[in-house]
C-alpha cells in the first residue's frame, strides 16, 4: 500500500508555491483532491477533461446527461428555496395566546423530526434511491403546511412540525451528500444550494408580511402558498429524479461486487467510528447557533443597545441575511480556488474581527454595514462543512453522516439562542455582542481539528485509488 509523503512545497499551475501540506503518493494534497472517496458518474460531468466524450454518439449522451444532471441541481436548489420559505414563517402567536416558552416548543420539533430523517435516510435510499427522496421528502413538507392551512390546536400543530421537519431533514442531508460528493465544483453547487435556502430566508418573512398586511387576511392564508410550494417541489423533484432509482443508486455507490459486498455488511453506524463525524457535528453545533442566535436577537439588539427603530433594527436582520446570500453563491468559487480549510480559517478570523468592531463602534449605520459582512463571510461555513465530512468518510456513509451532522446543526440552531436569551435575562441583551464572538472563536478552534484527520485517513485513500484504478 503506497504511504504519503510527509511533506512538500506544492506549485499551482502558474508556478506560485503555497505552504507546506500533506501529499497523496500521487502528489496532489488532499486540499485539492475533489473527492478523495470515489466521485459518482454524475460527478464527473462537471468538468474532468480525462472523462470528455471521444465520439459523436458519446458526445450526444454526455450532453445528455448534462443535461440531466443539471435538472436536478436546479430542482434542488428550488427545494432548498422553499425549505428557506417554510421554515422563516410561523406567525401564531396570537392565535394560540401561547406564552414564550410554548411557542418556543415549535423549535425542538425540527430537530426532532431531522434525527427521524438521519435514522432512516439511508433506508430510503436503498430501497427506492434518490427518487424515494425526491417524493418522501416534499410529500412530508406538504402534508405538514397544508395541515397547518387549516389551524389546527396547538398539539396537532406541533405532531406536523414533526413531519415538516422530518420532510426538510430528509431533502437537507440527502442533496448536500449527493452535492458534496461531486468530484468537481462541490463547493459552488453546495453554494448554490445553500444559497437558494438563504434567499427563500429572506423573502418568506417579506412574502408572508406583505400578504398579511396589504391583504388582511389570517396567518394560516400564507400556509396556503407555501402548499403550492410544496405541491411545485414535489413535482418538480419527483420529475428530475425519477431515473435515479434504487437500482441506480447501488450502481454508482457500489461500482464492483466485491465493494459491494464488502459494503453491505457495514452498518450505517459505523459513521459514528469516525472522528471526522463528531468534529463535524459539534462544527455545525456551533455553526448553527451562531446563525440563528444573530437572525433571532439582532433586532432585539439594535432596538435596546442601539436605540435603532424597529425599523432600522429589521432592516440590519434582512441585511444579514442578504450578507449569507451573497457569501453562499458568491464565495464558493473562492474556496474552491484556494481549498476549504484555508478558506473556511480565514472566513472565521475575518467574521470574529468583524464581530469585534460591530461591538466597539456604536453607530447604527456602520453596524448595519458590519452585520452585513459578517452575513457573507458565514454564507459558505454550512457547506463547507459538508465538503469536508464527505472528503474525510467512505462513500458509503456519506448519507447517514450528512444526515446525523445536519440534524445536530439543528439541535444548535434551537438550544444556543435560548441559552444567549437566558444568559442576557441576567447580564442585558448588551452581552449578545460578546457571545457571538465567543461562538465564532470556538467554532474556529472546532474547525482546526480537521486537518488532524487527513494524515490518518491517506493510507485508506491511496488504497481506495488504487483500487479504483485498476478497476478502470
Known amino acids: 500500500m503506497p504511504q504519503p509523503r510527509p511533506s512538500a512545497r506544492r506549485r499551482s499551475l502558474d508556478g506560485s508555491s503555497s505552504e507546506d501540506e500533506p501529499l497523496l503518493s500521487n502528489g496532489v494534497s488532499p486540499e485539492e483532491e475533489p473527492n478523495v472517496l470515489g466521485a459518482t458518474a454524475e460527478a464527473s460531468l462537471l468538468g474532468d ?5 471521444t465520439s459523436l454518439f458519446s458526445a450526444h449522451t454526455h450532453d445528455k446527461r448534462s443535461r440531466a444532471l443539471e435538472v436536478r441541481i436546479a430542482a434542488a436548489m428550488f427545494s432548498f428555496f422553499v425549505m428557506g420559505l417554510i421554515q422563516s414563517t410561523v406567525g401564531l402567536e396570537d392565535f394560540y395566546g401561547l406564552s414564550d416558552t410554548l411557542v418556543s416548543l415549535t423549535f425542538l420539533m425540527t430537530p426532532l423530526g431531522y434525527f427521524l430523517a438521519a435514522y432512516v435516510n439511508s433506508i430510503i435510499h436503498l430501497q427506492f434511491g434518490q427518487r ?21 390546536r396547538y398539539s396537532i400543530f406541533l405532531l406536523f412540525s414533526v413531519i415538516g421537519g422530518f420532510g426538510t431533514g430528509l ?34 418573512p417579506f412574502m408572508a408580511g406583505t400578504m398579511l398586511s396589504v391583504g388582511g387576511k389570517p396567518w394560516w392564508s400564507w400556509y396556503y402558498v407555501l402548499s403550492a410550494f410544496c405541491l411545485t417541489t414535489l413535482v418538480t423533484s419527483a ?23 464488502s459494503a453491505s455488511k457495514k452498518s450505517p453506524w459505523d459513521m459514528f467510528k469516525h472522528i471526522a463525524t463528531w468534529v ?40 444579514f441575511n442578504i450578507g449569507m446570500v451573497v457569501g453562499r453563491l458568491g464565495l464558493g468559487v473562492v474556496t474552491e480556488k484556494h481549498g476549504v480549510r484555508r478558506a473556511v480559517i480565514v472566513y472565521l478570523l475575518l467574521a470574529a474581527i468583524f464581530q469585534v468592531l460591530f461591538a466597539v463602534i456604536d453607530v447604527p449605520a456602520v453596524s448595519a454595514v458590519l452585520i452585513t459582512m459578517i452575513g457573507v463571510l458565514l454564507g459558505p461555513l454550512f457547506p463547507s462543512g459538508v465538503i469536508m465530512v464527505t472528503r474525510l468518510l467512505p462513500q458509503h456513509l456519506h448519507v447517514d453522516a450528512v444526515s446525523f451532522v ?16 437566558v444568559i442576557a435575562d441576567g447580564l442585558g441583551i448588551g452581552s449578545f455582542q460578546y457571545i457571538i464572538i465567543a461562538q465564532l472563536v470556538a467554532t474556529l478552534c472546532i474547525w482546526m481539528c480537521f486537518p488532524k484527520l487527513s494524515l490518518s485517513i491517506l493510507p485508506q485513500v491511496n488504497a481506495i485509488r488504487d483500487d479504483e484504478t485498476r478497476d478502470e
Open 49 to 53: 477533461p480525462s472523462r470528455q466524450p
Open 132 to 152: 424515494g427522496v425526491a417524493v418522501i421528502g416534499p410529500a412530508s413538507q406538504l402534508l405538514f403546511v397544508s395541515s397547518v392551512s387549516f389551524h389546527p
Open 171 to 204: 431533502l437537507d442531508g440527502s442533496w448536500c451528500a449527493w452535492a458534496g460528493g461531486m468530484a468537481k465544483n462541490a463547493n459552488v453547487i453546495q453554494g448554490f444550494l445553500h444559497g437558494s435556502y438563504s434567499v427563500g430566508a429572506s423573502l418568506g
Open 239 to 261: 420529475l428530475a429524479f425519477w431515473s435515479q432509482d434504487a437500482d441506480k443508486y447501488h450502481a454508482e455507490k457500489y461500482k464492483t461486487p466485491e465493494s459491494s459486498d
Open 280 to 319: 463535524c457535528a459539534a462544527y455545525f453545533l456551533a455553526y448553527v447557533g451562531i446563525e440563528n442566535s444573530i437572525t433571532g436577537w439582532i433586532v432585539v439588539f439594535m432596538i435596546r443597545v442601539r436605540g435603532t427603530s424597529p425599523y432600522l433594527a429589521s432592516i440590519c436582520s434582512s441585511l
Open 406 to 421: 445536519a440534524s445536530v446543526g439543528e439541535v444548535g440552531g434551537a438550544l444556543l439562542p435560548f441559552a444567549l436569551g
